[in-house]
């Protein structure tokens, strides 16, 4: 039982939605402010020439690092905060429960790489959509910031460059962003509706917005949807942190096996998949969270690993 001062300062649910986007607007802010001062302070600059400098290929290292930190920062401080106010121990409402079996932990890793695929098809499905020539411009600015930062941030020359990369554009975006988006936003909006789905759903809609990727939004959403389904079955942060690092070291290791040639590095950040491979992830998605669900339910019986 929680015996603690803190359990006095419980909050409803409305309540902690309320603190989660004040919180995430000052952690915001304020993890920029602190990474672009710590960007300055490193290269000796000023603050209005940060924007170009951080883009050069010399400064991949310190990218990655300012990015890293302002993932913490941002998405770190308002799921601590939702936790905190929330009745119950505070590891435990973010999500910190241990896996259960090497059965949960094989099934998403097969449905980390049936959602590569997925994710691949819906790219394809996105650039069939009809849209107007003002709005493609509008995404293609959109896209080409993010291939010009992402690339610029993932300047790769060793293996120890890239155990860097993995480290601060894979693992730690993994789990603070998990905790933000399943750990305090899910779990929030659960708690208020009492509906997982919708929760799960209005989860996965803001996971994809805030990425800003016209191009990438239903690969994004998809991504989102599969990561709340795991979280809503499994109870624990660990296993969407497993199946997000994965998404996004692979992405990154395919980065660093065509380093030295950049039409390989483009192909690479530009290719998609047929749209029926969608069908056959989806299918194998389904199935597999069907068998997720399924054994998670007895998995209280297992000794946690």
Request: proline fraction near 4%.
């Amino acid at each position: 039982m929680e015996t603690t001062p803190r359990s006095l300062l419980n909050m409803t649910p409305p309540m902690r939605l309320a603190l989660f986007l004040g919180a995430t607007g000052i952690s915001m802010i304020l993890g920029a402010l602190i990474s672009f001062s710590l960007v300055a302070a490193l290269l000796s600059i000023g603050m209005n020439d940060i924007q170009k400098v951080i883009l050069a290929p010399e400064n991949a290292s310190i990218a990655q690092l300012v990015n890293a930190l302002a993932s913490i920062i941002a998405f770190g401080l308002p799921s601590i905060a939702v936790a905190y106010f929330t009745k119950g121990n505070l590891s435990q409402n973010m999500g910190f429960a241990p896996v259960k079996s090497f059965q949960q932990l094989g099934i998403v890793i097969a449905l980390a790489l049936a959602g590569l695929v997925l994710s691949g098809a819906l790219g394809s499905l996105t650039e069939k959509i009809p849209i107007g020539a003002s709005f493609k411009n509008w995404a293609d600015g959109l896209e080409a910031q993010y291939k010009k930062a992402l690339v610029s941030m993932t300047q790769m020359h060793s293996v120890i460059d890239l155990l860097y990369a993995l480290l601060a554009v894979a693992i730690v975006p993994a789990i603070v962003e998990e905790l933000y988006f399943r750990g305090a936003l899910q779990k929030t909006l659960n708690d208020w509706t009492g509906k997982p789905f919708i929760s799960i759903l209005v989860t996965a809609l803001f996971f994809s917005a805030i990425h800003f990727s016209y191009f990438g939004f239903l690969s994004r959403m998809a991504l989102g949807l599969l990561l709340g389904f795991i979280y809503q079955y499994t109870k624990t942060i660990w296993l969407p942190v497993l199946l997000h690092f994965i998404n996004n070291g692979i992405a990154i290791v395919v980065l660093y096996s065509v380093r030295s040639n950049p039409a390989k590095i483009e192909k690479a950040m530009d290719e998609n998949l047929p749209i029926y491979w969608g069908f056959i992830a989806f299918v194998t998605i389904y199935v597999l969270l069907i068998k997720l669900k399924q054994i998670s339910k007895d998995a209280g019986l297992e000794k946690s690993i």
